[in-house]
Protein backbone atom coordinates (compact mmCIF):
# COMPACT_ATOMS: atom_id res chain seq x y z
CA UNK A 1 0.00 0.00 0.00
CA UNK A 2 1.05 3.60 -0.76
CA UNK A 3 -0.13 6.62 0.72
CA UNK A 4 0.03 9.81 -1.81
CA UNK A 5 0.74 13.53 -1.07
CA UNK A 6 0.11 16.54 -3.51
CA UNK A 7 1.73 19.45 -2.98
CA UNK A 8 3.07 22.47 -5.05
CA UNK A 9 -0.69 24.36 -6.51
CA UNK A 10 -1.58 27.45 -6.35
CA UNK A 11 -2.38 30.41 -8.23
CA UNK A 12 -0.46 31.29 -11.40
CA UNK A 13 -0.81 34.28 -14.57
CA UNK A 14 -1.66 32.58 -17.52
CA UNK A 15 2.05 31.39 -19.57
CA UNK A 16 3.62 31.13 -15.85
CA UNK A 17 4.66 27.90 -14.55
CA UNK A 18 4.51 25.64 -11.27
CA UNK A 19 6.04 22.41 -10.35
CA UNK A 20 3.85 19.74 -8.40
CA UNK A 21 5.15 16.85 -6.22
CA UNK A 22 3.74 14.13 -4.77
CA UNK A 23 5.10 12.66 -1.75
CA UNK A 24 4.48 9.02 -1.79
CA UNK A 25 4.86 6.99 1.68
CA UNK A 26 6.47 3.28 2.12
CA UNK A 27 9.91 1.78 0.53
CA UNK A 28 7.28 0.42 -2.14
CA UNK A 29 7.17 3.49 -4.58
CA UNK A 30 9.18 2.05 -7.22
CA UNK A 31 6.90 -0.96 -7.52
CA UNK A 32 4.25 1.43 -8.93
CA UNK A 33 3.53 3.54 -12.42
CA UNK A 34 2.29 6.82 -11.82
CA UNK A 35 -0.15 9.49 -12.93
CA UNK A 36 -1.23 12.52 -12.94
CA UNK A 37 -5.14 13.53 -13.38
CA UNK A 38 -6.91 16.65 -13.23
CA UNK A 39 -10.53 18.01 -12.54
CA UNK A 40 -11.80 21.12 -13.69
CA UNK A 41 -15.21 22.45 -11.94
CA UNK A 42 -18.26 20.90 -13.48
CA UNK A 43 -16.14 18.83 -15.82
CA UNK A 44 -14.94 14.78 -15.10
CA UNK A 45 -11.69 13.72 -14.36
CA UNK A 46 -9.08 13.54 -17.25
CA UNK A 47 -5.62 11.83 -17.66
CA UNK A 48 -2.65 14.68 -17.78
CA UNK A 49 0.50 12.23 -17.83
CA UNK A 50 2.31 8.83 -16.90
CA UNK A 51 5.25 7.48 -15.65
CA UNK A 52 6.38 3.82 -15.35
CA UNK A 53 7.77 2.50 -12.33
CA UNK A 54 12.10 3.26 -13.45
CA UNK A 55 10.90 6.46 -15.69
CA UNK A 56 12.12 5.46 -18.77
CA UNK A 57 8.89 6.01 -20.27
CA UNK A 58 6.35 8.74 -19.96
CA UNK A 59 2.99 9.56 -21.68
CA UNK A 60 1.24 13.03 -21.90
CA UNK A 61 -2.16 13.66 -22.70
CA UNK A 62 -2.48 16.14 -26.62
CA UNK A 63 -3.86 18.84 -24.33
CA UNK A 64 -0.56 19.07 -22.62
CA UNK A 65 2.37 18.13 -25.21
CA UNK A 66 5.21 20.11 -25.17
CA UNK A 67 4.10 21.94 -21.79
CA UNK A 68 4.30 20.07 -19.09
CA UNK A 69 6.79 16.94 -18.35
CA UNK A 70 6.07 13.87 -15.63
CA UNK A 71 9.10 12.82 -13.54
CA UNK A 72 10.18 11.16 -10.63
CA UNK A 73 13.11 10.51 -8.38
CA UNK A 74 12.60 6.39 -7.01
CA UNK A 75 15.12 7.44 -4.26
CA UNK A 76 13.27 10.57 -2.80
CA UNK A 77 10.17 8.63 -3.04
CA UNK A 78 9.03 11.89 -5.17
CA UNK A 79 6.25 12.32 -8.42
CA UNK A 80 6.98 15.49 -10.18
CA UNK A 81 4.85 17.61 -13.07
CA UNK A 82 6.60 20.20 -14.27
CA UNK A 83 3.86 22.60 -16.26
CA UNK A 84 4.79 25.64 -18.15
CA UNK A 85 3.35 27.97 -20.53
CA UNK A 86 0.10 27.62 -18.16
CA UNK A 87 -3.67 28.57 -19.97
CA UNK A 88 -6.52 29.36 -17.89
CA UNK A 89 -7.79 26.01 -19.32
CA UNK A 90 -5.49 24.63 -16.96
CA UNK A 91 -7.03 25.43 -13.74
CA UNK A 92 -7.78 22.27 -12.08
CA UNK A 93 -7.56 20.22 -9.13
CA UNK A 94 -4.71 18.10 -9.89
CA UNK A 95 -4.17 14.58 -8.60
CA UNK A 96 -1.44 12.07 -8.41
CA UNK A 97 -2.39 8.32 -8.72
CA UNK A 98 -0.21 4.92 -8.01
CA UNK A 99 -0.65 2.08 -10.46
CA UNK A 100 0.32 -1.51 -9.90
CA UNK A 101 0.33 -2.34 -13.69
CA UNK A 102 4.12 -0.86 -13.45
CA UNK A 103 5.23 -0.79 -17.05
CA UNK A 104 1.89 0.71 -18.69
CA UNK A 105 1.37 4.14 -19.33
CA UNK A 106 -2.18 3.69 -17.89
CA UNK A 107 -4.86 6.66 -19.25
CA UNK A 108 -7.92 5.59 -17.71
CA UNK A 109 -8.35 6.57 -14.04
CA UNK A 110 -9.62 2.50 -12.81
CA UNK A 111 -6.28 1.21 -13.99
CA UNK A 112 -4.71 3.10 -10.78
CA UNK A 113 -4.53 1.85 -6.96
CA UNK A 114 -3.92 4.86 -4.98
CA UNK A 115 -4.92 8.46 -5.05
CA UNK A 116 -3.39 11.48 -3.28
CA UNK A 117 -5.88 14.15 -1.99
CA UNK A 118 -5.10 16.86 -5.01
CA UNK A 119 -3.52 20.17 -4.98
CA UNK A 120 -5.41 23.31 -6.76
CA UNK A 121 -3.92 24.97 -9.23
CA UNK A 122 -5.49 28.12 -10.95
CA UNK A 123 -4.46 30.15 -13.98
CA UNK A 124 -5.37 33.41 -14.21
CA UNK A 125 -6.03 35.00 -18.01
Known amino acids: QVQLAESGGGLVQAGGSLRLSCAAS????????MGWFRQAPGKEREFVAA????????YNADPVKGRFTISRDNAKNTLYLQMNSLKPEDTAVYYC??????????????????WGQGTQVTVSS
Open 51 to 58: INWIGGST
Open 26 to 33: GRTFRSYA
Open 97 to 114: AASSRTAELATMDDAYDY
